[in-house]
């Protein structure tokens, strides 16, 4: 039902209760009902019928013009993410792009071109089709998530499991910037998702720390279960943001240093990923900077 609509219904609940109320009772100290033996009852009740009748009309065409601006400014807002999104897109694809076609064009253009450098360029090309590939995979499980939900399938998914064998995947790239991972996760935590988006929440969350937290630093992730729910801490210690930024980590291709986000491989949808995958699956997430240093990331998952 929209808005409109239901400020309409309300109004006329209203006045339909007063115009009884005032009817029914005679007398104005209003102690008990009265019957309608008076002609100029029965004029009170039709002059009433007649108001309420001339005001449900007003407001119902105030009603319908209202909805019809909600929905303008909706699809306008709509509209213009689109835009912003799009461009984003563009953006962000054409480096990778452009970075490809330079290294092969230089390849293809100087076939003398000594091996030490071919193999350099190449090894620069794969590097951009990887970054390419990561870019349109996170662009693809966004638009899942927007456009397509009712497709996405959910089954009984241990998390437990799935995040000791991110802890193992990673493993290489925490031992090579001296960072520790605790998995602090009680065993058995089971919730019903889509185990290919649970995975991108935690994964997400661990590539975050381990491109941006610093050197040295200590990953920590913990678990409490709640009735119907499960409440996951995901914290780091290390440099953190600035509070200005928070509001806005969860946003599409938002960076706070956009030269360094490209250098560490990062497409700039990790985050809104976590964001929209932990509320697809019923659940809640913030982000906190804590005076003790690093980020704080607090969600929820529901069991069923």
């Known amino acids: 039902m929209s808005e409109g609509r239901k400020m309409w219904l309300s109004v006329m609940a209203v006045f339909m209760v007063y115009a009884v109320v005032f009817i029914l009772f005679e007398d104005y100290d209003r102690k008990y009902l009265m ?4 002609v100029s009852d029965w ?4 002059f009433s019928l007649v108001v309420m009748g ?11 013009r ?33 970075s490809i076609l330079g290294y092969t064009e230089t390849i293809l253009d100087n076939p003398a071109i000594d091996d030490d450098t071919r193999r350099q360029f190449m090894v620069r090309t794969h590097a951009q089709a990887q970054r390419l590939t990561a ?13 397509a939900k009712e497709m996405i399938q959910k089954e009984r998914v241990d998390v437990s499991l799935l995040f000791a064998d991110i802890v193992q995947e990673t493993l290489l790239s ?22 290919s988006l649970l995975y991108s929440v935690f994964r997400n969350l661990v590539d975050n720390a381990i491109n941006y937290a610093g050197q040295g630093t200590t990953i920590e992730v913990m678990a409490t279960e709640q009735p119907g729910a499960w409440q996951f801490t ?12 928070l509001p806005r980590l969860f946003e599409r291709f938002y960076r706070l240093d956009k030269g360094r986000s490209r250098d560490m491989g990062g497409t700039g949808l990790g985050l809104a990923i976590v964001k929209n995958a932990v509320l697809l699956h019923g659940g809640t997430i913030t982000v906190a900077s804590p005076a003790t240093g690093g980020l704080r990331f607090d969600f929820t998952l529901q069991k069923q």
């Open 135 to 147: 870019l349109l995979q996170d662009i693809s499980t966004l638009n899942r998530m927007d456009y």
């Open 35 to 38: 019957p309608f033996d008076e």
């Open 174 to 195: 925490l031992q090579s910037r001296q960072m520790t991972l605790r998995n602090c996760l009680p065993q058995g935590i089971i919730v019903r998702g889509n185990a």
């Open 54 to 64: 001339g005001l449900a009309f007003l407001l119902f065409r105030y009603a319908k």
């Open 43 to 46: 004029h009170l009740l039709l």
């Open 66 to 98: 209202m909805d019809e601006r909600i929905s303008r400014e909706q699809a306008e807002k709509e509209n213009r993410m689109r835009r912003e999104l799009t461009q984003n897109i563009a953006h962000e694809l054409k480096t990778p792009v452009a």
């Open 234 to 245: 995901f914290r780091d210690n290390g440099i953190g943001i600035p509070a200005s930024h």
